[in-house]
């Protein structure tokens, strides 16, 4: 699967300036990249291959950030 965004197709729900973020921003964007990835011919199993991609990055980037573990 590979998804290709363009900045012009797709609105973000948020300023980019962090901290002046609606509450409800990441569900509005969400639901956002949801019904554009549905509405381009994505199946169900796409979008959650998607979602497990995206939990795979942001684990990693956590794991990164840990200090060592002392044996």
Do not use: H, W
């Not at 901290?19 to 409800?24: H, L, M, S």
Request: charged share 25%.
């Amino acid at each position: 699967m590979v998804l290709v965004f363009r900045s012009s197709q797709m609105a973000l729900p948020f300023d980019p300036t962090p901290g002046t973020r609606d509450p409800r921003a990441l569900a509005i964007l969400a639901k956002t990249i949801y019904r554009e990835l549905r509405a381009s011919g994505y199946a169900e199993k796409d979008v959650v291959a998607l979602a497990g991609e995206l939990l795979g990055m942001v684990t990693s980037e956590v794991q990164g950030r840990r200090s060592p573990v002392n044996d």
